[in-house]
């Protein structure tokens, strides 16, 4: 329970500057490098976001503890979605004590993804401020060709749909 909620807000937060992930830092030291070729126009898979942006160690050590102090504070709301979830397995359908779960539980999400949201913005302004203007200028163009690649992969989605085939193409 509590890692589901756990992971919708580090990926909430990795998200919040538009998929390009700062905390791509620590996946990216975990994960197996590969080619560039891989994914032409993206930073390899074995280089993080951070690195991408030339970031001195004083401006990744200030946007870390920032990240780090964004889910600080989302944290007892997580564990209050987290104890009323439980609550609605817990309870019969059917009863009140379902109906109840189930309103408490809504209304709980509803308040977490407003505070998640909240939180975002903030964080996402505190880390454009450590940026300096050319770091700012090219998390502008890392973002745009981020959607670009987004687009060029749905047009692709939508190309194999249309064309009847469900599976993706063989790669080489």
């Given at each position: 329970?509590?890692?589901?909620?756990?992971?919708?807000?580090?990926?909430?937060?990795?998200?919040?500057?538009?998929?390009?992930?700062?905390?791509?830092?620590?996946?990216?030291?975990?994960?197996?490098?590969?080619?560039p070729?891989?994914?032409?126009?993206a930073?390899?898979?074995?280089?993080?976001?951070?690195e991408?942006?030339d970031?001195?160690?004083?401006?990744?050590?200030?946007?870390?503890?920032?990240?780090?102090?964004?889910?600080?504070?989302?944290?007892?709301?997580?564990?209050?979605v987290?104890?009323?979830?439980?609550?609605?397995?817990?309870?019969?359908?059917?009863?009140?004590?379902?109906?109840?779960?189930?309103?408490?539980?809504?209304?709980?999400?509803?308040?977490?993804?407003?505070?998640?949201?909240?939180?975002?913005?903030?964080?996402?302004?505190?880390?454009y401020?450590v940026?300096?203007?050319?770091?700012?200028?090219?998390?502008k163009?890392?973002?745009?060709?981020?959607?670009?690649?987004?687009e060029k992969?749905?047009?692709?989605?939508?190309?194999?749909?249309?064309?009847?085939?469900?599976?993706?193409?063989?790669?080489h």
């Amino acid at each position: 329970m509590y890692s589901r909620i756990f992971r919708t807000t580090a990926l909430a937060t990795a998200l919040a500057f538009s998929s390009l992930a700062f905390a791509a830092g620590a996946a990216a030291a975990q994960s197996t490098p590969s080619s560039p070729a891989a994914q032409p126009g993206a930073p390899a898979k074995g280089q993080s976001l951070l690195e991408e942006l030339d970031l001195t160690q004083s401006q990744q050590s200030s946007i870390r503890t920032t990240m780090q102090q964004n889910f600080q504070q989302l944290r007892p709301q997580m564990q209050s979605v987290t104890q009323k979830r439980q609550a609605f397995e817990d309870a019969t359908p059917g009863t009140s004590a379902f109906q109840s779960a189930m309103n408490d539980l809504a209304q709980a999400e509803a308040d977490f993804a407003k505070a998640r949201t909240l939180r975002e913005g903030a964080l996402r302004s505190k880390i454009y401020e450590v940026l300096t203007p050319t770091q700012r200028t090219k998390l502008k163009d890392l973002i745009a060709q981020q959607k670009a690649q987004v687009e060029k992969m749905r047009e692709a989605a939508r190309a194999r749909r249309a064309s009847g085939s469900s599976t993706p193409p063989a790669s080489h």
